[in-house]
């Protein structure tokens, strides 16, 4: 009935086109190179019990090939075969046949997947299953070779080999005979990635072929001949050190495991890359992995060789249209930033579309700003009318402010959330099939929550053709919760790769310092400045740049002198100790800027024009503190965070809070009306403290509040309402603080849901608006309060109603008198009186609470109200009417929101009126439009009666039963949801559908419990029902049995519910015609 936490579902990233869709157009699309994944109409399916997916498994990957019903028993069951094993195999075949074309009758054989007398046989045409597709490929390959074409064929056997996504089948154990099946795919591989390897080598174009022959090495760490072609075309790319030491990796590995030498096709590789030179002639003009990469590392970056390799190896997956996801981490000023610069130098010369978004420390930083920067220049690059497109959607409310009403403020519906993610993906996906994409996001331990929500999301699906590479910090700070959620979930997926920075060795410091003073520092400096700088190449810099400067290095000292600053910070302050008044005053204001500081705003904070400011900053660059943006000339930017957080160290307190309030204002002159800094704005506001008028500030923080919602970051636009709300209080500004919390109430619900603190927030609403005499405003508040109290099943949850009910009974406005029939309904429905509830909500006559389309809120009372109507009508016994209501309501197949409160209600009154195949075309209909997706909160209910459907047809009840328990348990149990006592009663249905008594006691326990606990009764007809249903299946006398069931039927008509009642005399009826004598 009322929504509570959301249950994430896994997904797959799909590849669109130009139009959004999967690459092969509207159709089927099956995998089995990698593991099994089916898609129709871009949609990805679920292929249905493991046993059954196998079965598909086999099937394609003999496809063209019968197999006898027989031999599949043997492949699935081995030596353990059931009883039932043919039948099942027969059930299994005509749900494939379902899956593959939903439109195949009951009993229809299709168009894939054939009978050939006792044996099934699976057809695909071309460009279906990518088995066949890759088949026809090397054949076209090898056609165009035997015909001297050599670049079409290496063209062909490059696009071939993209399709592998690991081993053949990967995800299933295969048993003795099925092994076989599956190794003879991974050889075909194999074979066509030697063939491919030797034919790139021989046109020097090694470094396509590389990340197939990658994935083949990975599959098979003992297969001789692939490792030797790996390292032969490492070799030929340049990478002479990568293909050593694999060759020493592959001899070690033989030697532990098998203790065998290397043979002859390893020994010859090895051989050949050790007489190439250090750099090889690759001819590629975009190569940047071979010769030239090695050279330019050697010549900027110092002891990160093993690193790049790593992130060229993600980076070049998007060249053969794979995924990938990096993770480098480290300590502040290890090099993560200067790491990602060279791989996006690399990438960008191999041709890739290269797009930055960096994180920024501080509550000022807009949220979503990495965000922000990423996905500007993607829509940039695409075609004129679809940049128009995504710009007009949620998607351009991120990038574009839009014009928001204070008076009327707006937040977006639940299922905004999902859509902007889903679009993200699809975009990203767009510009990734016009060109590979490597997408890096800098100082990930300052993203906020929606920043990093997103980022999760789009790494679990990732279009083909795109990388992702972040960067973070490991410690100061050390990542937060979210943070390490999300590289919890991150290191989960295929093709993941974390890197963690060490500290540089003595040699490595070494070479850095030689690099930095321009001559050999000696052992005893050398040695010196490792101890000091713990090998932090950052400190390393800037400790051999002070000790240059200051002489010691020239004089020829033998050690690092005494005195020399400890740390960054330390040597950060040395350098402002030089500095004039002025010239310090405004590192101290650009410091609480950010770590990019606009010139413009700098002047104007600091009180002087843009030519003196420069004029002022010329020291501040001399030292190195500040540095010019090449991008950007009317910005500088910090050196490194290190500086910008040494200078705020510095500044005092007193100074701080003077500051911010200058960069405010100079902030509201010169971005008049500019919603892009709002969040920057009430920030630095709320930063100057009482220096600030609160009015100002709580009105700064509520204009920022709105625009992070409007960008889906609630738990941003939270923070900065909370706020607002806070200081209008202290203040005593009633209609303001007001009018914060009705848009807070709604935020607070997107981001948390009901829980404490929205109660509280929803209390002091109603309050002041009471106090202000505003009625219909306090009502609402309250009503929603008490839709919280149903939601969580707060014990004394009657009392919200009560109030609202009294409340509407004593007003003469008409929406409260309509809140208050609502309230009235919602209880008794509640309490199990289903005849008083459908009185209170059916009344002819009434109005429906009416607000407007920016103060419906989470709740949508109108709609909610048709929808808690129509279960209540379906219970009170007019099954039709309620699925009509269902769907005049709430259909829309292109709002995954209104498409899952469509799939929610109908597939209650379907479970309620025991109708499974209901319920199964309900739930269907909602996996097939995405809307599974989309996260919202009611989709664990749903899938609750998506497993009661199946095991009540049969489809492995005993399994289902069990994954809806702990559903139940993950979902439902803590916090306490609605509905607990009714679905433990569905378990317990389910486990009878499997012929387990026992279990379906425990579940009637566990309802019967909850019906105690929490007082929520309208299922109570049903339970009894259930029970004497336990009783007949345990072989009670039918006395006992009937007396059990009559008393259902009997409680059921009592309180309206006649719907369950009809279902006792359903099984009283057949109690009756199994004992004809009674």
Same mark, same amino acid.
């Given at each position: 009935?009322?929504?509570?936490?959301?249950?994430?579902?896994?997904?797959?990233?799909?590849?669109?086109?130009?139009? *959004?869709?999967?690459? *092969?157009?509207?159709?089927?699309?099956?995998?089995?190179? *990698? =593991?099994?994944?089916?898609?129709?109409?871009?949609?990805?399916?679920?292929?249905?019990?493991?046993?059954?997916?196998?079965?598909?498994?086999?099937?394609?990957?003999?496809?063209?090939?019968?197999?006898?019903?027989?031999?599949?028993?043997?492949?699935?069951?081995?030596?353990?075969?059931?009883?039932?094993?043919?039948?099942?195999?027969?059930?299994?075949?005509?749900?494939?046949?379902?899956?593959?074309?939903?439109?195949?009758?009951?009993?229809?054989?299709?168009?894939?997947?054939?009978?050939?007398?006792?044996?099934?046989?699976?057809?695909?045409?071309?460009?279906?299953?990518?088995?066949?597709?890759?088949?026809?490929?090397?054949?076209?390959?090898?056609?165009?070779?035997?015909?001297?074409?050599?670049?079409?064929?290496?063209?062909?056997?490059?696009?071939?080999?993209?399709?592998?996504?690991?081993?053949?089948?990967?995800?299933?154990?295969?048993?003795?005979?099925?092994?076989?099946?599956?190794?003879?795919?991974?050889?075909?591989?194999?074979?066509?990635?030697?063939?491919?390897?030797?034919?790139?080598?021989?046109?020097?174009? =090694?470094?396509?072929?590389?990340?197939?022959?990658?994935?083949?090495?990975?599959?098979?760490?003992?297969?001789?001949?692939?490792?030797?072609?790996?390292?032969?075309?490492?070799?030929?790319?340049?990478?002479?050190?990568?293909?050593?030491?694999?060759?020493?990796?592959?001899?070690?590995?033989?030697?532990?495991?098998?203790?065998?030498?290397?043979?002859?096709?390893?020994?010859?590789?090895?051989?050949?890359?050790?007489?190439?030179?250090?750099?090889?002639?690759?001819?590629?003009?975009?190569?940047?992995?071979?010769?030239?990469?090695?050279?330019?590392?050697?010549?900027?970056?110092?002891?990160?060789?093993?690193?790049?390799?790593?992130?060229?190896?993600?980076?070049?997956?998007? !060249?053969?249209?794979?995924?990938?996801?990096?993770?480098?981490?480290?300590?502040?000023?290890?090099?993560?930033?200067?790491?990602?610069?060279?791989?996006?130098?690399?990438?960008?010369?191999?041709?890739?579309?290269?797009?930055?978004?960096?994180?920024?420390?501080?509550?000022?930083?807009?949220?979503?700003?990495?965000?922000?920067?990423?996905?500007?220049?993607?829509?940039?690059?695409?075609?004129?009318?679809?940049?128009?497109?995504?710009?007009?959607?949620? !998607?351009?409310?991120?990038?574009?402010?839009?014009?928001?009403?204070?008076?009327?403020?707006?937040?977006?519906?639940?299922?905004?959330?999902?859509?902007?993610?889903?679009?993200?993906?699809?975009?990203?996906?767009?510009?990734?099939?016009?060109?590979?994409?490597?997408?890096?996001?800098?100082?990930?331990?300052?993203?906020?929550?929606?920043?990093?929500?997103?980022?999760?999301?789009?790494?679990?699906?990732?279009?083909?053709?795109?990388?992702?590479?972040?960067?973070?910090?490991?410690?100061?700070?050390?990542?937060?919760?979210?943070?390490?959620?999300?590289?919890?979930?991150?290191?989960?997926?295929?093709?993941?790769?974390?890197?963690?920075?060490?500290?540089?060795?003595?040699?490595?410091?070494?070479?850095?310092?030689?690099?930095?003073?321009?001559?050999?520092? *000696?052992?005893?400096?050398?040695?010196?400045v490792h101890t000091r700088t713990a090998g932090n190449p950052f400190f390393v810099r800037e400790l051999s740049r002070l000790l240059s400067d200051g002489g010691s290095l020239r004089d020829g000292e033998a050690a690092v002198p005494a005195g020399v600053p400890?740390?960054?910070?330390?040597?950060?302050?040395?350098?402002?100790?030089?500095?004039?008044?002025?010239?310090?005053?405004?590192?101290?204001?650009?410091?609480?800027?950010?770590?990019?500081?606009?010139?413009?705003?700098?002047?104007?904070?600091?009180?002087?024009?843009?030519?003196?400011?420069?004029?002022?900053?010329?020291?501040?660059?001399?030292?190195?503190?500040?540095?010019?943006? =090449?991008?950007?000339?009317?910005?500088?930017?910090?050196?490194?965070?290190?500086?910008?957080?040494?200078?705020?160290?510095?500044?005092?307190?007193?100074?701080?809070?003077?500051?911010?309030?200058?960069?405010?204002?100079?902030?509201?002159?010169?971005?008049?009306?500019?919603?892009?800094?709002?969040?920057?704005?009430?920030?630095?506001?709320?930063?100057?403290?009482?220096?600030?008028?609160?009015?100002?500030?709580?009105?700064?923080?509520?204009?920022?509040?709105?625009?992070?919602?409007?960008?889906?970051?609630?738990?941003?636009?939270?923070?900065?309402?909370?706020?607002?709300?806070?200081?209008?209080?202290?203040?005593?500004?009633?209609?303001?603080?007001?009018?914060?919390?009705?848009?807070?109430?709604?935020?607070?619900?997107?981001?948390?849901?009901?829980?404490?603190?929205?109660?509280?927030?929803?209390?002091?609403?109603?309050?002041?608006?009471?106090?202000?005499?505003?009625?219909?405003?306090?009502?609402?508040?309250?009503?929603?309060?008490?839709?919280?109290?149903?939601?969580?099943?707060?014990?004394?949850?009657?009392?919200?109603?009560?109030?609202?009910?009294?409340?509407?009974?004593?007003?003469?406005?008409?929406?409260?008198?309509?809140?208050?029939?609502?309230?009235?309904?919602?209880?008794?429905w509640d309490i199990g009186n289903i005849g008083e509830a459908y009185r209170f909500f059916s009344e002819q006559g009434h109005t429906s609470p009416r607000h407007g389309a920016g103060d419906r809120g989470p709740w949508k009372v109108p709609n909610e109200r048709?929808?808690?109507?129509?279960?209540?009508?379906?219970?009170?016994?007019?099954?039709?009417?309620?699925?009509?209501?269902?769907?005049?309501?709430?259909?829309?197949?292109?709002?995954?929101?209104?498409?899952?409160?469509?799939?929610?209600?109908?597939?209650?009154?379907?479970?309620?009126?025991?109708?499974?195949?209901?319920?199964?075309?309900?739930?269907?209909?909602?996996i097939a439009a995405g809307a599974d997706r989309s996260g919202v909160a009611q989709e664990h209910y749903i899938w609750l009666d998506w497993h009661w459907a199946c095991a009540i047809t049969g489809d492995d009840p005993a399994g289902k039963a069990a994954e809806?328990?702990?559903?139940?348990?993950?979902?439902?149990?803590?916090?306490?949801?609605?509905?607990?006592?009714?679905?433990?009663?569905?378990?317990?249905?389910?486990?009878?559908?499997?012929?387990?008594?026992?279990?379906?006691?425990?579940?009637?326990?566990?309802?019967?419990?909850?019906?105690?606990?929490?007082?929520?009764?309208?299922?109570?007809?049903?339970?009894? !029902?259930?029970?004497?249903?336990?009783?007949?299946?345990?072989?009670?006398?039918?006395?006992?049995?009937?007396?059990?069931?009559?008393?259902?039927?009997?409680?059921?008509?009592?309180?309206?519910?006649?719907?369950?009642?009809?279902?006792?005399?359903?099984?009283?009826?057949?109690?009756?015609?199994?004992?004809?004598?009674?």
């Amino acid at each position: 009935m009322f929504s509570g936490v959301g249950v994430a579902l896994p997904v797959h990233p799909v590849r669109p086109d130009d139009e *959004g869709r999967p690459v *092969g157009g509207v159709g089927l699309r099956l995998q089995v190179l *990698g =593991p099994l994944r089916v898609w129709r109409d871009g949609v990805e399916l679920d292929t249905g019990p493991r046993q059954q997916a196998y079965l598909l498994a086999l099937l394609l990957a003999q496809v063209g090939r019968p197999i006898s019903a027989s031999a599949l028993i043997d492949l699935i069951w081995g030596d353990d075969v059931p009883s039932s094993a043919l039948n099942v195999i027969q059930k299994y075949v005509g749900a494939l046949r379902r899956l593959l074309e939903p439109a195949v009758p009951s009993r229809g054989t299709g168009s894939y997947l054939h009978r050939r007398g006792n044996a099934y046989l699976f057809t695909a045409p071309s460009g279906m299953l990518d088995l066949v597709a890759f088949r026809e490929l090397v054949e076209t390959a090898k056609e165009a070779l035997a015909q001297h074409r050599h670049e079409t064929a290496l063209d062909r056997y490059i696009e071939a080999l993209g399709l592998w996504q690991g081993r053949a089948g990967s995800g299933f154990t295969h048993g003795p005979t099925a092994l076989p099946i599956f190794a003879a795919l991974d050889d075909e591989f194999h074979a066509a990635c030697a063939a491919a390897a030797e034919l790139a080598m021989s046109l020097r174009r =090694p470094v396509p072929v590389l990340p197939a022959v990658r994935l083949a090495a990975s599959m098979a760490p003992f297969h001789e001949p692939v490792q030797a072609s790996l390292i032969a075309i490492l070799g030929a790319a340049g990478r002479r050190a990568e293909a050593l030491s694999a060759f020493r990796t592959v001899r070690d590995c033989l030697a532990d495991e098998l203790g065998v030498e290397p043979g002859p096709a390893l020994q010859a590789a090895y051989l050949q890359v050790l007489a190439q030179p250090a750099t090889s002639s690759v001819v590629t003009g975009a190569d940047v992995g071979g010769a030239a990469a090695s050279a330019r590392a050697a010549a900027g970056l110092v002891g990160r060789a093993e690193e790049l390799a790593v992130l060229r190896q993600a980076v070049e997956m998007a !060249l053969t249209g794979r995924s990938a996801l990096a993770i480098v981490e480290g300590e502040p000023g290890v090099g993560k930033t200067r790491l990602l610069q060279e791989t996006a130098v690399e990438a960008s010369q191999l041709g890739q579309f290269v797009v930055w978004g960096s994180c920024l420390e501080g509550d000022g930083t807009p949220s979503m700003w990495p965000w922000e920067q990423a996905l500007r220049p993607i829509l940039d690059s695409l075609p004129p009318p679809l940049r128009e497109k995504w710009l007009a959607s949620d !998607l351009g409310g991120l990038l574009e402010p839009r014009n928001d009403s204070a008076a009327a403020p707006t937040v977006p519906d639940s299922g905004a959330q999902f859509r902007l993610l889903e679009q993200v993906v699809t975009v990203v996906g767009l510009a990734s099939a016009q060109r590979p994409t490597l997408l890096i996001l800098d100082d990930l331990q300052w993203a906020d929550t929606a920043s990093l929500q997103l980022f999760g999301h789009l790494a679990a699906r990732l279009p083909a053709g795109t990388v992702i590479i972040g960067a973070l910090r490991d410690r100061a700070p050390v990542p937060g919760s979210d943070l390490s959620r999300v590289l919890a979930a991150a290191s989960r997926l295929p093709d993941h790769r974390r890197i963690r920075l060490g500290p540089l060795g003595l040699t490595e410091v070494t070479e850095l310092i030689r690099r930095e003073i321009g001559q050999d520092p *000696g052992a005893d400096v050398a040695r010196g400045v490792h101890t000091r700088t713990a090998g932090n190449p950052f400190f390393v810099r800037e400790l051999s740049r002070l000790l240059s400067d200051g002489g010691s290095l020239r004089d020829g000292e033998a050690a690092v002198p005494a005195g020399v600053p400890a740390t960054v910070r330390d040597v950060v302050r040395d350098r402002m100790a030089g500095l004039d008044d002025s010239a310090r005053d405004l590192l101290h204001v650009a410091a609480l800027i950010g770590r990019d500081v606009d010139l413009a705003l700098l002047a104007a904070a600091g009180g002087v024009d843009v030519a003196d400011c420069l004029e002022r900053l010329e020291p501040l660059q001399a030292l190195g503190l500040l540095e010019t943006k =090449p991008e950007s000339p009317h910005s500088l930017r910090f050196a490194h965070d290190l500086v910008r957080e040494s200078v705020t160290e510095t500044t005092t307190r007193q100074q701080t809070v003077h500051l911010h309030l200058l960069v405010a204002d100079a902030l509201e002159r010169i971005h008049v009306d500019d919603e892009s800094v709002a969040e920057r704005l009430a920030y630095h506001l709320w930063a100057a403290g009482p220096l600030a008028d609160p009015a100002r500030t709580a009105q700064a923080l509520a204009r920022a509040g709105r625009r992070a919602a409007t960008k889906l970051a609630f738990a941003a636009a939270a923070r900065h309402l909370e706020s607002a709300a806070q200081i209008a209080r202290t203040a005593g500004l009633r209609d303001l603080e007001l009018s914060v919390l009705s848009l807070l109430t709604l935020v607070a619900s997107r981001h948390a849901g009901y829980g404490g603190s929205t109660f509280d927030l929803l209390e002091r609403a109603e309050y002041l608006a009471r106090m202000l005499g505003r009625e219909t405003q306090a009502v609402h508040f309250l009503f929603v309060r008490m839709v919280g109290a149903y939601t969580s099943i707060e014990k004394d949850r009657g009392r919200w109603a009560r109030r609202v009910y009294e409340q509407g009974q004593a007003s003469a406005d008409p929406i409260v008198q309509a809140y208050g029939r609502h309230a009235w309904g919602l209880y008794q429905w509640d309490i199990g009186n289903i005849g008083e509830a459908y009185r209170f909500f059916s009344e002819q006559g009434h109005t429906s609470p009416r607000h407007g389309a920016g103060d419906r809120g989470p709740w949508k009372v109108p709609n909610e109200r048709i929808g808690w109507l129509a279960v209540i009508t379906a219970l009170h016994g007019d099954v039709e009417t309620a699925r009509s209501a269902i769907d005049k309501a709430y259909l829309a197949d292109e709002d995954l929101f209104a498409m899952s409160a469509w799939a929610y209600y109908h597939t209650m009154a379907a479970s309620m009126a025991g109708d499974a195949p209901w319920v199964m075309r309900a739930a269907e209909r909602w996996i097939a439009a995405g809307a599974d997706r989309s996260g919202v909160a009611q989709e664990h209910y749903i899938w609750l009666d998506w497993h009661w459907a199946c095991a009540i047809t049969g489809d492995d009840p005993a399994g289902k039963a069990a994954e809806a328990e702990q559903l139940l348990a993950a979902t439902l149990l803590d916090p306490p949801r609605w509905g607990i006592a009714y679905h433990y009663g569905l378990i317990a249905e389910m486990w009878l559908a499997a012929d387990m008594t026992d279990a379906a006691a425990t579940a009637l326990d566990r309802a019967d419990q909850a019906l105690t606990t929490y007082g929520q009764r309208f299922a109570e007809g049903l339970l009894l !029902l259930l029970r004497a249903r336990l009783l007949h299946a345990r072989g009670e006398p039918v006395d006992v049995v009937r007396a059990a069931a009559e008393a259902a039927r009997a409680r059921s008509d009592e309180r309206g519910a006649h719907l369950f009642a009809r279902r006792s005399e359903r099984f009283l009826a057949e109690i009756d015609q199994q004992s004809p004598d009674i």
